[in-house]
């Protein structure tokens, strides 16, 4: 077959080594957790990265060979080197996919991607959510109906501080009556950018067959599907007439 999907899982891994609740639920960790399905996808490779290795997992090396980066952060977003978040920020304007899960509304490299403070409402009360998709047509939405329901949750509510997406493809419903825009497109430079919001530490949600079929969809529709450079060269009088 093609070339498979190089696929990056980067989490904090902090909840999992300090609290039991979170270890009940993923004792692998998170990363583990999804990695573990995605391993099973004929189309992909995956490797996983964690806040407490050198460079955070996410050396050049790694960076460059990643076709598609997920991200899930909470505890400890003003942990992250700035020059790793620059390193990703840089491939992710050359063409790399960056899929952020849950929390990482609040991380560095997406409040740098959108330039806003990417605040938002929450409740922490294990309510149910219902995901409704109101972009059918749209690659990320492939194999969904047009709900499904998370039984518990955190609660996040509008208003979310971000851009404009270029495409909502699911919206939240919750229990408590807030609504949420769940579920985002983006494009910086050439690559594509997907929030996505379910997925707090201490519920199953990355076990949940809806989430990870949209995490799937996602990473395939977030492939590069080109290089661009994002230096800014100065170019000579007629410079194309000596190719």
């Given at each position: 077959m093609a070339n498979k999907i190089a696929v990056t899982v980067w989490n904090e891994g902090l909840h999992e080594k300090k609290h039991a609740e979170v270890v009940k639920v993923y004792p692998q960790g998170i990363?583990?957790?999804i990695a573990s399905h995605l391993g099973t996808q004929a189309d992909?490779?995956?490797r996983t990265a964690t806040l407490d290795q050198p460079e955070h997992g996410l050396t050049e090396a790694v960076v460059n060979e990643t076709d598609v980066m997920l991200w899930w952060?909470?505890?400890a977003h003003d942990q992250v080197d700035d020059k790793v978040v620059e390193r990703v920020h840089r491939r992710v304007l050359e063409g790399m996919g960056l899929i952020l899960l849950h929390s990482a509304h609040f991380s560095k490299i997406f409040r740098k991607l959108m330039g806003t403070t990417c605040q938002l409402k929450w409740r922490e009360v294990g309510?149910?959510?219902?995901l409704w998709v109101t972009a059918p047509a749209h690659p990320?939405?492939?194999?969904?109906?047009?709900?499904f329901i998370i039984d518990r949750e955190e609660m996040y509510g509008e208003h979310f501080d971000i851009p404009e997406p270029l495409q909502t493809v699911f919206i939240s419903s919750f229990a408590g009556g807030e609504v949420f825009r769940s579920g985002c497109t983006f494009q910086r430079g050439a690559g594509k950018i997907f929030y996505f919001r379910p997925g707090h530490e201490t519920y199953p949600t990355f076990f949940h067959p809806q989430v990870l079929q949209v995490i799937g969809n996602a990473i395939r529709w977030?492939?590069?599907?080109?290089?661009?450079a994002v230096d800014?060269?100065?170019k000579p009088m007629g410079w194309w007439k000596q190719k």
């Open positions: 990363h583990a957790a992909m490779t995956v952060g909470h505890m309510e149910q959510e219902v990320i939405a492939k194999g969904i109906d047009d709900h977030a492939v590069p599907t080109g290089h661009m800014c060269p100065c």
